[in-house]
Nanobody
Framework: QLQASGGGLVQAGGSLRLSCATS????????IGWFRQAPGKEREGVSY????????YYANSVKGRFTISRDNAKNTVYLQMNSLKPEDTAVYYC??????????????????WGQGTQVTVSS
């Protein structure tokens, strides 16, 4: 199971930290991706952390502002979001998968999803 939390309302330029609490598997065995979906738009990959080795990957739109990390002991993956912009407004989801690195942002390659947490950035 995966459970995303930490969303909320923040002003542009502010920060939020999302958490994805996992259970039933080891983070070193699976990658975790963060995705987001804004109203009327397709779901897009935001960031991904590999199970083995923990390499991190980011969408160009968030590179330099967002940081993905994990705590294996707590079975939790985090997404630290800084310098938030109104266009970051969306429902954010975490998901489990083992995609090839070149396809980390392909949502169909993930098998379990959290319920989503709303992030709203006001201008």
């Amino acid at each position: 199971q995966l459970q995303a939390s930490g969303g909320g309302l923040v002003q542009a330029g502010g920060s939020l930290r999302l958490s994805c609490a996992t259970s039933g598997f080891r983070l070193v065995d699976y990658g975790i991706g963060w995705f987001r979906q804004a109203p009327g738009k397709e779901r897009e990959g935001v960031s991904y952390i590999r199970g083995s080795g923990g390499s991190q990957y980011y969408a160009n739109s968030v590179k330099g502002r967002f940081t993905i990390s994990r705590d294996n002991a707590k079975n939790t993956v985090y997404l630290q979001m800084n310098s938030l912009k109104p266009e970051d407004t969306a429902v954010y989801y975490c998901a489990r998968g083992r995609p090839v690195v070149s396809a980390w942002s392909t949502s169909s390659l993930y098998d379990y999803w959290g319920q989503g947490t709303q992030v709203t950035v006001s201008s």
